[in-house]
């Protein structure tokens, strides 16, 4: 049996129960790849919570929203300029396919063998390194040529799984509504505990963007500050689109669209503008 984990403590490692800095965190969504690919990020919101806000995952997955801020230092950028500037603790996202250079596109191979194996080099001792894949023996087969040896079994370090990270969290830290078969990103459950606190209806995500009905002090007004600031020159013509697919990064499945037009509708009852979004949020909001 775990402790109840510590929620003041900032440190990853103690909230796993490990002294090693180097971990290894399984989130089986990173394999998935292609139009329909989604969520990938769904597990930074959790690690946010242990300080960790510098991040480096591909381009692709930065769709024009963070439900949390953090520092980016782009795959792209790592494999093109090296690692010497990079500092940490640092939270790295890359699959399997990405490490042994299996996933391309038409601009360029996925391939960061020797970029993890310089920074595996590179990196203090004491200070987190946290790569985020789809397996539990991520493989780089140009560096380690042993068949069936995964990375892991030449430098120390703590493999865990995500899902029982965050399913461990919500169990001594939150009271949400939602089952982790709907989401597993912290940030939804967040605003789901938040709301049911409130005496709302909080068992599902697109009731939790309702802005008609939620309180001024909700996480869910957080994005749409982030949309007016990422657009504020408006060039973009199709935004439920645009929000729709912001937020493919982040959700599973399901309720996206629902979820994109109640923050278009917002955002078009407050002509993008954060002072008007101010004043709606907070004097409309003392009548609910």
């Known amino acids: 049996m775990h402790d109840p984990p510590d929620s003041e403590t900032p440190a990853l490692a103690d909230f796993i129960g490990t002294r090693d800095s180097f971990l290894v965190i399984r989130d089986p969504q990173l394999a998935k790849t ?11 919101p959790f690690l946010a919570e242990f300080g960790l806000d510098r991040v480096s995952h591909p381009e692709i997955y930065d769709n024009g929203l963070r439900l949390v801020e953090y520092e ?20 790295h996202y ?26 595996l080099r590179k990196r203090p001792e004491s200070l987190p390194y946290v790569l985020v894949t789809d397996t539990s023996t991520p ?6 040529k042993k068949p069936g040896k995964s990375f892991i079994d030449e430098f120390e370090c703590t493999v865990t799984d995500y899902k029982g990270l965050l399913k461990r969290y919500i169990q001594y830290n939150l009271d949400s509504d939602l089952p982790l078969s709907t989401t597993q990103n912290l940030f939804f459950h967040q605003i789901s505990a938040h ?4 005496g709302l209806e909080a068992g599902s995500i697109p009731v939790l963007f309702d802005y008609t009905q939620i309180p001024a002090d909700s996480p869910a007004w957080a994005p749409l500050y982030y949309l007016i600031r990422e657009d504020v020159d408006r060039v973009l013509e199709d935004y439920s689109e645009r929000i729709r697919e912001a937020l493919r990064s982040w959700t599973e499945r399901g309720p996206t669209q629902k979820v994109a ?28």
């Open 261 to 288: 037009n109640s923050m278009l509708d917002m955002l078009e009852r407050v002509e993008f503008e954060e002072d008007r979004l101010d004043s709606y949020r907070y004097r409309h909001q003392e009548d609910i």
């Open 72 to 91: 980016l230092l782009p795959n792209e950028n790592l494999r093109e300029n090296g690692v010497d500037g990079v500092e940490f603790p640092l939270v």
């Open 94 to 119: 890359v699959s399997q396919e990405m490490l042994t250079g299996e996933l391309r596109d038409e601009d360029s191979t996925f391939d960061d063998q020797d970029v993890i194996r310089r920074l």
């Open 195 to 198: 709301h049911k606190q409130e």
């Open 139 to 144: 493989k780089m087969p140009r560096h380690t």
């Open 34 to 44: 292609g139009s329909q690919a989604r969520a990938q990020l769904r597990s930074l």
